[in-house]
């Protein structure tokens, strides 16, 4: 029989190694969620208690056990068009105003997590594409996430009647989704073929991924240090072309973290034009 009890002291010690390895602040009091998140694992790796667990992932004795861990404290649910005004916005204001210079548009989808952001913004992409046709240039997304399985399931762009229901209109879905049977629907692949899903820790450099004029970093600086969102912004602010565009989650701020950015009342909402 299994034990997933965790002591303070090994919560602690996971809590360390949790913003060590991807910046993530779990706080007091959250052992349930640990537990909650790990104790799949239990049964995955063949492992008796949490005790086992949290040695052999400190102790980085199994690579595969902690990447696994840390896929399970990513990994966080999310909605078609969340919010709903980033997506207005991207549609009526930058699309458009980035537009004007005919020149390729590239998009960042920073932690994307299950894929329904990027997706979303593809759609959006190909919504303009459709009413205004010559309006755009080309427009790419990059879309990354510290989660190698979320970007596995991503790639493959196929999601159950659960996903589908949350936030995705029928109209929407009947366009843009074909039917794979088992209650399943995948991405066409028109959509499929806008977006490229990398791996990247936002600890990391952004080198690699090269520059952008949007990029959206939402509902995920909640989960940081204001010491690490702050290095997370100056960086985002240095992966931006001049005159490029930051949108945040709808209770996130820069307040205090960067004076990079410029914010703008959208009505509904905030967005960050880089200095």
């Known amino acids: 029989m299994t034990n997933i009890a965790i002591t303070d002291q090994e919560y602690r010690d996971f809590c360390k190694y949790l913003e060590a390895k991807c910046g993530i602040v779990l706080g007091d009091s959250k052992q349930y969620l640990v537990r909650s998140r790990l104790s799949p694992l239990l049964t995955r790796f063949s492992l008796s208690s949490m005790t086992e667990l949290f040695q052999l992932v400190l102790s980085n004795r199994n690579r595969d056990l902690a990447v696994a861990a840390i896929d399970a404290m990513t990994t966080n649910e999310t909605l078609w068009f969340r919010d709903g005004y980033p997506f207005d916005v991207l549609a009526n204001r930058l699309l458009p105003e980035i537009g004007e210079s005919k020149r390729p548009i590239k998009i960042w989808s920073a932690a994307s997590s299950s894929g329904q952001e990027p997706y979303s913004m593809a759609m959006t992409i190909q919504e303009v594409q459709t009413k205004k046709p010559g309006m755009l240039g080309s427009v790419s997304i ?7 399985t979320m970007l596995e399931n991503c790639r493959a762009g196929v999601y159950d009647n659960l996903a589908l229901s949350r936030g995705l209109s029928p109209e929407r879905k009947r366009q843009f989704f074909e039917d794979v049977g088992d209650g399943r629907m995948k991405i066409k692949d028109p959509l499929k073929r806008m977006v490229t899903f990398k791996p990247q820790n936002l600890m990391d ?3 690699l991924l090269g520059k952008f004029d949007i990029i959206f970093c939402r509902n995920v600086l909640i989960y940081f240090s204001p010491e690490m969102k702050s290095q997370v912004l100056n960086q985002m602010a ?3 072309n001049p005159g490029g565009y930051l949108l945040l ?3 996130e701020s820069l307040t205090g973290l960067t004076d990079r950015f410029e914010m703008i009342r959208c009505n509904p909402g905030i967005i960050y034009k880089l200095k």
Do not use: Q
């Open 142 to 148: 990059t879309a990354t996430d510290i989660s190698s």
């Open 238 to 240: 240095g992966s931006l």
């Open 249 to 251: 989650g709808a209770s």
């Open 205 to 207: 450099s952004y080198g």
